[in-house]
Structure formats: structure tokens, C-alpha cells
């Protein structure tokens, strides 16, 4: 079994859609093997996205992922990194497949409501920054 990280973003514990997002991972299989909710500091933002340092929209997204509760799981399933990144859609929703977690919730290619690792190598150092 492989396995990936998922963060619920801000815009979508705000909006009570952590369970939706949820069910929508079990029905395509995956197992929720680690879970927690939580605040995330500006210190903590800034070195998760630290692969963006330099970027323009590096600190819009860190003021929008302190704002508020967002909740890291790890999840594990056969081909776990490629198979979430079909389930959640492109970064930006109006680019993502119908029927994909951000086209049906994202509210737009900032507060997109799902993060999730798009390697197999990022999977491993994201899990172990949320799950040490």
C-alpha cells in the first residue's frame, strides 16, 4: 500500500465539508490511516510551502491557510499519489475534470479546499511534517 497526504483547506472546514470530502475519498478507495484538525502558524505555512518561496502568490497562500482550521490525513491505497490527484482535479477548478473534489467545492484556484502531494517523494516529507 502506498501512501499520500490530504490537507481539508480553510475554505472547506469553513464551509462543513470535511465529511463530504471524507466519503468521497472512501468511495474511491482510500483507507484515512492518520488524522488530525488543526491551526497552522505562519512559520508552519511558510516552510510547508517553502517549494514556492520567491513565487508572487507565496504569501496570499499562506495568509489563507492560517486562516483558519485545516485538517492533514494520511491516506493509503494502492498508487495513493496519482490516483488522489485524479480524485481531487487540477489546481485550478475551472480547469478541473467534472466530477473531481475541486471542480464540485473548490471556490477558485486559491481557496481550491484540498491540498494533496503530488509525488511519492513529497508524500513522504509532507506526512512527516503534519505526522512525525
Known sequence: ????????????????????VIGRLEKAGFRVVQMRMQTLSESQAREFYAVHEGKPFLDDL?????????VPMVLEKDNAVEDLRTLIGATNPANAACGT?????????????????????????????FFS
Open 1 to 20: 500500500m502506498d501512501k499520500t497526504l490530504l490537507i481539508v483547506k480553510p475554505d472547506a472546514t469553513e464551509r462543513n465539508l470535511i465529511g463530504h
Open 101 to 129: 473534489v475541486r471542480q464540485e467545492i473548490a471556490l477558485d484556484v486559491q481557496r481550491n479546499s484540498v491540498h494533496g502531494s503530488d509525488s511519492n517523494e513529497n508524500a513522504a516529507k509532507e506526512i512527516a511534517f
Open 62 to 70: 499562506v495568509a489563507f491557510m492560517i486562516s483558519g482550521l485545516v
